[in-house]
């Protein structure tokens, strides 16, 4: 009898876009953005020029879905934090510890692309959609806190973006300068740098 309720498995096409997203993430590991070509991610993936515009219509395209595949990353990674209410500073710690180890790998790139002054007008465009969207999570977080009267009195899409900002600057940081800081030391501040920042407090505070 055959199976019911099975899944489709992934496409050749799936795996071909898959294959293209993984190997613009290694190149980009390795050299700016912009030096890297359209043939050398084609041929990274195995597949051919024409096949490449199949998939993404440029560049900023694959760097888009790029970022879109991090966002999801890093809502995954803060999820724990992101699902509960008020300080919760282990989970927060927690959460910025996983993000910090991908910057640890990714770091080059994701400088270029969410935090370098001027990275050209097709990287800004990128930037300032993904960041909208990535702030949409901590927002919505945050706002809950507001609501409960538990945050500093600020609107929570601008608390949400100072955060994210934050984490990204001290992040990129230590990607380019990785044997100044004390790993444990620099969560505990950051962590409680983002809860001073949304609270006004962090735990174990005589305001607290």
């Known amino acids: 009898m055959p199976a019911t309720g099975s899944r489709r498995g992934p496409t050749k096409g799936d795996q071909r876009e898959r294959a293209l997203l993984d190997a613009a993430r290694a190149l980009f590991r390795k050299r700016p953005i912009s030096q890297v070509t359209i043939d050398e991610l084609a041929n ?13 219509e440029s560049k900023q395209a ?20 992101l699902a509960s209410d008020g300080l919760d500073r282990g989970a927060l710690r927690r959460g910025l510890a996983r993000s910090l180890a991908r910057w640890r790998v990714d770091g080059g790139w994701l400088r270029e692309a969410f935090v370098a002054p001027d990275p050209g007008p097709e990287i800004l465009e990128v930037r300032e959609r993904v960041v909208a969207d990535g702030c949409s999570a901590f927002s919505q977080r945050i ?6 009267g538990r945050t500093v009195s600020a609107p929570p ?23 100044a800081y004390v790993e444990d030391e620099l969560l505990d501040a950051l962590s409680d740098a983002i809860l001073r920042l949304l609270y006004g407090v962090v735990p174990g505070s005589d305001a607290g």
Do not use: K, T
């Open 44 to 56: 990274a993936a195995g597949i051919a020029r024409s096949g490449f515009y199949f998939y993404f």
């Open 62 to 81: 694959v760097l888009a879905a790029l970022c879109d595949q991090v966002l999801g990353e890093s809502d995954r990674e803060m999820a724990e934090w």
């Open 157 to 179: 899409e601008l608390l949400a973006s100072m955060v994210i900002n934050l984490r990204s600057m001290v992040f990129a940081d230590v990607f380019a300068r990785p044997d």
């Open 143 to 148: 706002e809950r806190d507001a609501r409960a």
